[in-house]
């Protein structure tokens, strides 16, 4: 299961926003900030979440705009001719580092700090595997069974109905479910590039 091999489709979707972001000026790498800066709010609406869930309802927001923008930005780089390395680094740099304060934002929200190290090393392994893939030559992989699209989407929807009715599922709210998913997929998905980049390599 994986949302990124509608990426083509998105960007299409997108194209109103990105001529619209264009003519307003708007740069890829300042778009890419705004993403950042986004995902940051969303992780302290996360932990405010934790004891007022109305909360979650605001970070869901602000996570499915963390991802529009996320493929906003490559979209504009394209269109005015400027995409670059650099671009490219700053990209996934703050990608990385938004995933890291969504999930930390989640996990100290409900108070499971564990479960969300070992959640947010294994999305952290997810994507490092997809890039590595290119660094040795092969295509960037968006393979496996979690990628950023789905994990994005995961996150609104888990945070939408933990906003409307919180409720607690055996050991663990549906946030602590949710980082339970992101541990134990996100591993998995980072082996499957694994053993696809090699394979390729072989």
């Known amino acids: 299961m994986t949302l990124d091999k509608y990426r083509p489709l998105a ?17 890829p ?4 900030v705004l993403a950042f800066a986004l995902a940051g709010v969303a992780a ?8 007022s869930p109305g ?11 963390n991802g529009a923008l996320d493929l906003l930005d490559g979209a504009l780089a394209r269109r005015q001719n400027v ?5 490219d680094l700053l990209d996934h740099v703050l990608d990385r580092y938004a995933d890291i304060l969504i ?7 409900i108070g499971e700090y564990a479960l969300g190290f070992v959640a947010v090393t294994g999305v952290l392994m997810t994507s490092y595997l997809g890039t590595q893939a290119q660094a040795v030559g092969l295509d960037r992989v968006y393979g496996g069974m979690l990628g950023r699209a789905d994990r994005l989407v995961l996150v609104g929807v888990v945070a939408i109905l933990t906003g409307i009715v919180p409720v607690t599922i055996g050991w663990f709210t549906l946030v602590g479910w949710l980082l339970v998913l992101f541990a134990v ?8 590039r694994f053993y696809y980049s090699m394979g ?3």
Not at 29 to 32: A, E, F, P, Q
Not at 55 to 65: D, E, F, M, R, S
């Open 11 to 27: 960007d299409r979707a997108l194209e109103p926003f990105v001529e619209g972001a264009d003519r307003v000026g708007l740069s």
């Open 83 to 87: 995409a670059s390395t650099a671009g």
């Open 55 to 65: 909360w979650y309802l605001v970070g869901a927001l602000l996570v499915l705009l």
């Open 185 to 192: 997929v996100g591993h998995i998905t980072a082996l499957q």
């Open 103 to 109: 999930i930390a934002g989640l996990a100290a929200g």
């Open 44 to 51: 302290g609406a996360f932990y405010l979440g934790g004891t």
């Open 29 to 32: 790498n300042g778009v890419s």
């Open 200 to 202: 390729a390599l072989g």
